[in-house]
């Protein structure tokens, strides 16, 4: 496997003729007592009982390798590169029926404390420059283990989504002194329309402009451009994000047949870039969140084949039906 740059729309596409083959499960690696379970990284302390409440996992067909270096060169006009980095399972509970949104409280908290905990051990590699955590649910959406997991892999390079936000963060800041992610907060709280539910510190609501049928962000009230450092030192204000993401699954699952979960945090600042700028102010212009994107049957291809995502419901409409349905 090897990374392949696009050199106009400049993202980073892994690919090879030595993709890893189906696997076939005869038993789930990831219930306490299978006799194959994967090479452990990190496990969290049991809550209310249990062997344990969440741990990490190497992923037993990693797209991504620790070993080595990237080893970036060009072929021509290209650039191509190793696929070095490290890819993981955290698996988020130990009962193989017990999802994030029909957890415990305290379990979700300890699984969102392991993840970050991993992003910070994994930022401390001077050779990554981005750690995505993401959850892929239901068969439409790609769901690779039927036991609860997300998944989360570390990488040589940022990826194309989160640089577009970073550029456009920094443009922002740097016109107005201010963070875009805060201002959107400040006029959507104003507004209220677009609100599904406050929570402490944290809100869930409908972006302005949804790619998708009640996409919905989960962001912090407070400025701060790294999930990782916010969840390891504001662990009492942990258990309210765990609880507004349970809710928030439970909606969303009553509307929906699957969806993609992904984390947007900040990139690897412990090493900063000399050449990206958006490193020298990225602690005052960019705000981590979580991006719920459902999968709607029916709708699948008004919001995947076309350049100019469409969607036939406002984030108006679609946070009004999202605060009726139930969140537990």
């Not at 699984?111 to 991993?118: E, G, H, N």
């Not at 507004?191 to 510190?201: D, L, N």
């Amino acid at each position: 496997m090897e990374l392949r740059k696009d050199p106009i729309t400049r993202s980073w596409v892994i690919t090879g003729d030595d993709a890893p083959s189906p696997r076939e499960e005869r038993f789930c690696p990831y219930c306490p007592d299978s006799p194959d379970a994967g090479q452990v990284v990190s496990t969290a302390p049991a809550v209310e009982g249990g062997p344990w409440s969440a741990r990490a996992v190497v992923h037993p067909s990693p797209l991504y390798r620790i070993e080595g270096d990237p080893l970036r060169q060009g072929d021509g006009i290209y650039d191509k590169m190793r696929s070095v980095g490290a890819h993981e399972v955290l698996v988020e509970n130990p009962r193989h029926d017990r999802q994030l949104w029909n957890a415990r409280d305290s379990e979700v908290e300890q699984f969102l404390a392991l993840a970050a905990q991993r992003v910070i051990d994994l930022k401390r590699d001077r050779r990554f420059k981005y750690v995505s955590v993401f959850k892929d649910y239901g068969t439409v959406a790609g769901q690779e283990f039927s036991h609860p997991t997300t998944q989360l892999v570390a990488t040589t390079f940022v990826p194309r989504r989160v640089l577009y936000e970073l550029r456009a963060a920094r443009e922002y800041f740097l016109q107005k002194e201010r963070c875009v992610f805060c201002d959107i907060l400040s006029q959507d709280e104003r507004q209220a329309v677009r609100i599904i539910e406050k929570r402490g510190e944290y809100l869930a609501l409908c972006p302005y402009a949804p790619r998708v049928p009640f996409e919905t962000w989960l962001v912090c009230r407070v400025h701060e451009s790294s999930f990782e450092r916010w969840a390891l030192q504001k662990t009492a204000a942990l258990r309210d994000m765990a609880v507004l993401l349970r809710r928030t699954l439970n909606r969303i699952r009553s509307l929906s047949d699957g969806f993609h979960l992904v984390l947007h945090t900040s990139p690897n600042s412990l090493h900063r870039s000399d050449t990206l700028g958006y490193w020298q102010t990225i602690d005052d212009d960019y705000h981590w969140h979580i991006e719920i994107l459902p999968i709607i049957s029916g709708k699948v291809k008004s919001y995947t084949v076309k350049e100019v995502y469409f969607t036939p419901i406002t984030s108006e409409t679609a946070a009004a039906r999202l605060r009726e349905a139930s969140p537990e």
